[in-house]
């Protein structure tokens, strides 16, 4: 049995920035509520802002790391293990003779870093497409090529 | 039969009589419903717009019957239709999961029926044919079924007489509607008031004036509440009743050749091939008072099953276990493991399906002695619903069989799922914030077409349990894969 293989470490970059957009949206959201009615009632005068703050600088410095250590994956003979989560930890085995077909995809922040993420597609419901962000486009083709060849044409 | 014979074939031309009965009333009803918000009323106006709806109904039933046409050729078959927008789809044959042949009353009389072949795609009509002559039905389903060959003129359209696994006779079927109790009648009722308020005859506003409202609430006495209670519960299992009979009326189960053959329907006939091949698990389910007595409904989830039907195929609705063996066996499933021998969760789970009631329960029972002391509803329901999540837990358990996974559970109604290995697509293994500390982790087993709502999971097992069962599963699939290829050559 392989070990488990962790992200690239690129991906807390791309976490990261993901990360700084949503808080800075929140940032503006918190500070249009400071500007609105807010001051009339019982809130305190930048509480709403300060509270914004705190989580952004919790979603920049703090998430990204911990959202990176918790994914990891394992290519075994026969199967694919995925790991992630961050509140709820999850660990999903797909057989390779039960793909269905495989995407390559990059995002707009991913494609500076050179990473890509790998979408595995099952005839199931509930795991029906498992994505594996944060693999270096050329590891996440070189897995896609090899799942491909293990891919059986089985039916359902 | 020669091949040009079905070239480019129109539907059945009951199709167009068919058709505008069902187009015109919504014509009309959206022709009254501007004329109610126009508020211009009037009895000419809507004889009017019965006329317009009528010619109109009249020349769309027949555009679409005029460009619908659909081809058998060698091993597949071509739909094309559409009046603008020109559609043509190719259903090859051995894309085809099963053919569904529905005929509703009209369609009867006129010897007609509906086919639908499913290719387990997600569009709902993609291989809809509305509708054909009943004997071309059966001829269409030889032909799909025996791949591309064309049906010979002389041989028999009938296959020979298939062996009965399943009946229900018109007092099973009474009996069953009983449990069946329904209230979408009342659904029904708001719907005809909804209606009725749109075209401005009634206006339900106007029912709770104050001094009407006062006036009603003399008339609302325990009698009068117990009387409309019973009139209610009364009215739910009748309606229960008539909705049983009219599905599951002369219910018959047979073996045909790649399944097996539903048939039922009062008005409606309805058959359905519940392809074995195809089936990925077995469900076996029963309600509080049909199991005491019991009764068990048994369906299989197949990729083309009916997502009215909760993407589930029933093969036996209400039926003694003596009766579902038989068919388990036949579709080559094992039997239920008897309950004792299930593997249950442990005890800590009990504890973790308690904690969020308690942590609900805490601030609501505070908050009833401090502010108000109607919190306490609150706090009760929850203990409610505490005590339903422990009795679940009871229930809730997992059984490895030889050539299957069985999971079972549920409060009032009990589900149990048997699923052969071969037919596992994912193993998922979660684990949350409250599961964590316990050390407790759900396993969901997905399989191919399976509910959103009930997929086979054992929830809040000890987290290595889980570990080690996810590994079993998945050595069961390996082995269960190489036993099938081994057989395949």
């Known amino acids: 049995m392989q070990e488990l293989t962790p992200l690239d470490p690129a991906q807390v970059h791309v976490l990261r920035i993901r990360s700084a957009i949503a808080a800075v949206l929140g940032l503006l959201g918190a500070w249009a509520i400071e500007l609105s009615q807010l001051r009339e009632t019982w809130v305190p005068a930048m509480l709403v802002p ?78 029906a497409s498992v994505s594996l962000p944060g693999l270096k486009l050329a590891d996440a083709e070189a897995l896609r090529d090899r799942i491909r060849v293990k891919i059986r044409q089985d039916l359902v | 039969v020669s091949e040009h014979v079905l070239q480019g074939r129109r539907l059945h031309p009951a199709t167009l009589i068919v058709r505008w009965l069902r187009i015109v009333p919504q014509m009309f009803a959206a022709g009254v419903g501007l004329a109610a918000t126009a508020r211009r009323e009037g ?70 029926a509906k086919v639908r072949i499913e290719t387990g795609g997600a569009a709902r009509d993609e291989g809809d044919l509305d509708m054909i002559a009943i004997a071309d039905a059966h001829a269409l389903r030889d032909i799909i079924r025996h791949g591309a060959r064309a049906p010979h003129a002389d041989a028999p359209a009938e296959t020979p007489e298939e062996p009965v696994l399943f009946e229900m006779g018109l007092a099973r079927v009474l009996f069953s509607g009983v449990f069946g109790f329904s209230l979408l009648f009342l659904a029904a009722i708001w719907a005809v008031v909804q209606q009725l308020e749109q075209l ?76 074995i091949r195809r089936t990925q698990v077995a469900l076996i389910e029963s309600g509080l008072i049909g199991r005491a007595l019991g009764w068990q409904r048994l369906a299989f989830q197949t990729l083309g099953a009916d997502k009215k039907e909760g993407g589930v195929q029933v093969a036996a609705p209400f039926a003694r276990m003596e009766e579902i ?52 509803v609150g706090v009760a329901a929850i203990a409610v619903l505490a005590v339903a999540a422990a009795l679940r837990w009871r229930t809730h358990g997992h059984y490895e069989h030889e050539s299957a996974f069985c999971v079972t559970g549920g409060l009032l109604r009990r589900r149990l799922w048997l699923m052969p290995y071969e037919k596992l697509q994912a193993i998922d293994i979660s684990s949350g914030p409250i599961q964590r500390p316990m050390r407790l982790a759900t396993l969901v087993v997905d399989t191919a077409g399976a509910p959103s709502m009930h997929s086979l999971a054992m929830h809040d097992l000890d987290a290595a349990e889980a570990d080690a069962l996810a590994d079993r599963l998945y050595a069961a699939w390996l082995g269960a894969r190489a036993l099938i290829k081994g057989r395949h050559g």
């Open chain 2, 43 to 112: 009895f000419g106006r809507f004889l009017i717009y019965a006329a317009v709806a009528a010619a109109l109904g009249a020349v769309f039933a027949f555009l679409y019957w005029w460009r619908f046409r659909y081809t058998i050729g060698d091993g597949e078959i071509v739909i094309e239709k559409g009046v603008l927008r020109r559609q043509r789809r190719v259903i090859p044959f051995d894309r085809v999961h099963d053919i569904a042949i529905e005929q509703r009353l009209l369609a009867r009389l006129f010897g007609a």
């Open chain 2, 325 to 376: 063996l038989p068919i388990l066996a036949e579709a080559g499933f094992p039997p239920p493991p008897p309950r004792e021998s299930f593997h249950g969760a442990p005890k800590r789970a009990l504890l973790r399906k308690i904690v969020p009631h308690i942590l609900i329960a805490v601030p609501l029972t505070m908050a009833a002695f401090l502010f108000d002391v109607r919190a306490g």
């Open chain 1, 50 to 127: 300060a509270l914004a703050l705190l989580g952004g600088l919790f979603l920049v410095f703090v998430f990204p790391g911990r959202r990176y250590r918790r994914w990891s994956y394992r290519e075994g003979e026969d199967e694919i293990e995925i790991r992630r989560g961050s509140l709820i930890l999850r660990r999903t085995i797909v057989p390779f003779g039960r793909v269905q077909h495989i995407d390559v995809a990059q995002g707009p922040i991913q494609r500076p870093f050179g990473l890509a993420t790998l979408i595995i597609h099952t005839a199931g419901t509930q795991s």
């Open chain 2, 200 to 275: 401005h005859l009634v206006d339900p506003a106007a029912w709770f004036t104050p001094q009407e409202a006062e006036t009603a609430a003399h008339l609302v006495t325990l009698t009068f509440g117990l009387e409309l209670a019973a009139l209610v519960i009364v009215l739910g299992v009748v309606a229960g009743v008539v909705r049983t009979v009219l599905r599951d009326f002369g219910f018959t189960l047979t073996r045909s050749e790649a399944g097996l053959r539903r048939r039922r329907g009062l008005f409606t006939l309805s058959e359905v091939v519940i392809p």
